[in-house]
């Protein structure tokens, strides 16, 4: 009887395991269509009835759903949960809820999402972020993806705590914990009428222009260096995360329009020029010593590019964009 049973057990087991790869090991396909199929939900709901706040919202949620999806269906049977796919997804829906909930927060509080202002109506325009949003999101989601793969267990996987997981944990604590806290001072700065029309340089703000994103690309740094206790062949396209977050921060719709938007607000103002000029672009240095760095070191080692200055060049108008940890295409402007 008993053997009986545990036949049948097992093989309902080798069958669930079976159709749950039944794209591929990796679940790397089932992710895509998740991703896909969320922001499309998401996407219809905030056209069809005109809202502003579901996006950055749908981009966070969408980390936690791939993170816990991958982890369980990694766990299909195990005894126990694996060390480390445990951690990297508490980190995952760590990070997501925090920023999920900080950014519907602040939409919640101002009112209106003033990216999407000239979007809404156009929804060629609309669709185009929401299918950058869906990229964004399983493109910095592969190395949890991976990490989450059955194949990925322990054992054979290196147990925990190695070197990598160390160091990449101080990497996420410590991109988690800046972007956080800087987004707190931001937020805070902001709401306070006496600060109308001022930039912010309290804090984290006081050592760096954009401490928020200083975090936010140690954090997918760190998750990747964990990510390589297990990676194998093909699985380095797990790097496009972190190269992907740092590129897009560095030279699409992070720092270069933001950096942009302030000089055309702050160009007249003498006190902006020297904060702009003794204060680094991303790492955070002590103001009095990066203003005695010479600018071919700004370049090379603190992200000090031309792109970033704009305080010389005329323009018509002015869109003023306020700083935000999605690295979404459409930054927030106010």
């Given at each position: 009887?008993?053997?009986?049973?545990?036949?049948?057990?097992?093989?309902?087991?080798?069958?669930?395991?079976?159709?749950?790869?039944?794209?591929?090991?990796?679940?790397?396909?089932?992710?895509?269509?998740?991703?896909?199929?969320?922001?499309?939900?998401?996407?219809?709901?905030?056209?069809?009835?005109?809202?502003?706040?579901?996006?950055?919202?749908?981009?966070?949620?969408?980390?936690?759903?791939?993170?816990?999806?991958?982890?369980?269906?990694?766990?299909?049977?195990?005894?126990?949960?694996?060390?480390?796919?445990?951690?990297?997804?508490?980190?995952?829906?760590?990070?997501?809820?925090?920023?999920?909930?900080?950014?519907?927060?602040?939409?919640?509080?101002?009112?209106?999402?003033?990216?999407?202002?000239?979007?809404?109506?156009?929804?060629?325009?609309?669709?185009?972020?929401?299918?950058?949003q869906a990229v964004w999101v399983y493109i910095v989601s592969?190395?949890?993806?991976?990490?989450?793969?059955?194949?990925?267990?322990?054992?054979?996987?290196?147990?925990?705590?190695?070197?990598?997981?160390?160091?990449?944990?101080?990497?996420?604590?410590?991109?988690?914990?800046?972007?956080?806290?800087?987004?707190?001072?931001?937020?805070?700065?902001?709401?306070?009428?006496?600060?109308?029309?001022?930039?912010?340089?309290?804090?984290?703000?006081?050592?760096?222009?954009?401490?928020?994103?200083?975090?936010?690309?140690?954090?997918?740094?760190?998750?990747?260096?964990?990510?390589?206790?297990?990676?194998?062949?093909?699985?380095?396209?797990?790097?496009?995360?972190?190269?992907?977050?740092?590129?897009?921060?560095?030279?699409?719709?992070?720092?270069?329009?933001?950096?942009?938007?302030?000089?055309?607000?702050?160009?007249?103002?003498?006190?902006?020029?020297?904060?702009?000029?003794?204060?680094?672009?991303?790492?955070?240095?002590?103001?009095?010593?990066?203003?005695?760095?010479?600018?071919?070191?700004?370049?090379?080692?603190?992200?000090?590019?031309?792109?970033?200055?704009?305080?010389?060049?005329?323009?018509?108008?002015?869109?003023?964009?306020?700083?935000?940890?999605?690295?979404?295409?459409?930054?927030?402007?106010?």
């Amino acid at each position: 009887m008993y053997s009986c049973l545990y036949f049948v057990n097992n093989a309902l087991t080798k069958l669930n395991i079976m159709a749950i790869q039944i794209w591929d090991e990796n679940h790397l396909a089932l992710s895509a269509v998740v991703t896909v199929g969320m922001q499309v939900i998401f996407f219809v709901i905030a056209a069809t009835l005109q809202l502003d706040k579901l996006t950055d919202f749908a981009g966070g949620t969408n980390f936690i759903i791939l993170a816990l999806l991958t982890f369980f269906l990694g766990q299909v049977g195990k005894k126990s949960y694996d060390n480390r796919q445990l951690m990297v997804t508490i980190f995952i829906c760590l990070w997501g809820a925090r920023l999920s909930g900080y950014l519907l927060y602040r939409i919640l509080k101002i009112g209106r999402d003033k990216r999407f202002e000239d979007k809404k109506s156009n929804i060629i325009r609309f669709a185009v972020f929401w299918t950058f949003q869906a990229v964004w999101v399983y493109i910095v989601s592969l190395p949890v993806i991976i990490i989450n793969s059955p194949k990925h267990s322990i054992p054979p996987a290196p147990r925990t705590m190695t070197s990598l997981d160390s160091a990449g944990t101080g990497f996420f604590v410590t991109g988690l914990l800046a972007e956080t806290y800087a987004d707190l001072q931001k937020f805070s700065f902001r709401q306070d009428p006496i600060n109308e029309g001022k930039w912010c340089n309290d804090g984290l703000w006081r050592l760096s222009r954009h401490p928020n994103y200083f975090g936010e690309i140690l954090v997918w740094w760190g998750i990747f260096i964990i990510s390589v206790n297990v990676l194998d062949g093909f699985e380095w396209i797990a790097i496009l995360s972190p190269i992907f977050t740092t590129l897009i921060i560095l030279f699409l719709s992070g720092m270069p329009l933001l950096e942009k938007s302030s000089d055309e607000r702050y160009r007249d103002d003498s006190d902006y020029r020297y904060y702009k000029s003794s204060t680094s672009p991303l790492i955070p240095i002590p103001p009095a010593i990066y203003v005695e760095v010479p600018y071919f070191l700004k370049f090379i080692l603190c992200c000090e590019y031309p792109l970033y200055n704009s305080l010389d060049v005329k323009v018509n108008s002015a869109h003023i964009i306020t700083e935000s940890t999605s690295i979404s295409l459409a930054q927030s402007q106010t």
